[in-house]
């Protein structure tokens, strides 16, 4: 369970999707323990010791930060909302330090209009991703901006590999990328990038590649690409 700062001095009401989770899923009974997180901080033990009519009264014992998220952020042509969540959930789960969800030529604007992301939603994909990780760290994200803005702010030295179906020229398995240095990964949104974004990717430092010659979900080829990054690094 993932509780923001502000939350651990006050009961949590028994209204709350959590308390009812501890209740109704976990079981919980007065004394009981279980595990709960503090947003972008430690993990811990969380204690049962009073149900009252309208809240749970809860301890803590907080113990060591958890280790910083992986050095990968993603740049995702913004996608259907649909897909947008999944690959939230499934993004923050994975442990990638930012996922940037940018308005490419061949993708609908219209979707950075959703509900998603005008309101608290898209958070919550992200809180649900870490907690099932037993993790802590939410992962940066922004949506709106354009390819050109986005990468303007990846670090200089980054490893920088954009996933194509018709014009990577090497699997991104085969794609080396330096232990200690961060990756950014471009993936276009449902129809692919443009010409003139192929382009760009490239002039911006680019390795077009690809994943195979199946044609993959967006969500499953986020998936894909950050576990192919990931087990490079040993971290898989």
């Known amino acids: 369970m993932l509780l923001h700062p502000e939350e651990i001095a006050r009961p949590l009401p028994k209204e709350d999707p959590r308390a009812v989770h501890i209740l109704k899923v976990l079981r919980r009974q007065i004394g009981d323990t279980f595990d709960v997180g503090r947003i972008n901080?430690?993990?811990?033990?969380?204690?049962?010791?009073a149900?009252?009519?309208?809240?749970l009264e809860l301890t803590y014992t907080w113990s060591a930060k958890p280790p910083p998220a992986d050095p990968l952020t993603l740049i995702i042509g913004l996608p259907r909302p649909q897909t947008a969540r999944k690959i939230l959930q499934e993004a923050a789960t994975l442990g990638v330090a930012a996922l940037h969800f940018v308005i490419t030529e061949r993708g609908e604007s219209s979707y950075a209009q959703s509900t998603l992301w005008k309101s608290e939603e898209w958070q919550r994909h992200l809180q649900a991703g870490v907690a099932?990780?037993?993790?802590?760290?939410?992962?940066?994200?922004t949506h709106g901006q354009t390819l050109q803005t986005t990468i303007a702010t990846l670090p200089a030295d980054s490893a920088r590999i954009a996933l194509?179906?018709?014009?990577g020229t090497a699997a991104l398995s085969k794609c080396h990328q330096a232990g200690d240095t961060s990756v950014a990964i471009a993936l276009g949104a449902e129809r692919g990038w443009s010409p003139k974004e192929r382009d760009l990717l490239r002039q911006s430092g680019f390795t077009i590649a690809h994943l195979g010659e199946r044609v993959l979900r967006l969500e499953t080829a986020v998936t894909a690409a950050v576990a192919i990054i990931k087990a490079q690094r040993g971290l898989m």
């Open 41 to 49: 901080g430690p993990r811990g033990k969380a204690t049962l010791v």
């Open 51 to 55: 149900i009252n009519t309208e809240n």
């Open 132 to 141: 099932q990780a037993f993790c802590t760290r939410i992962p940066e994200v």
């Open 164 to 167: 194509d179906n018709y014009e």
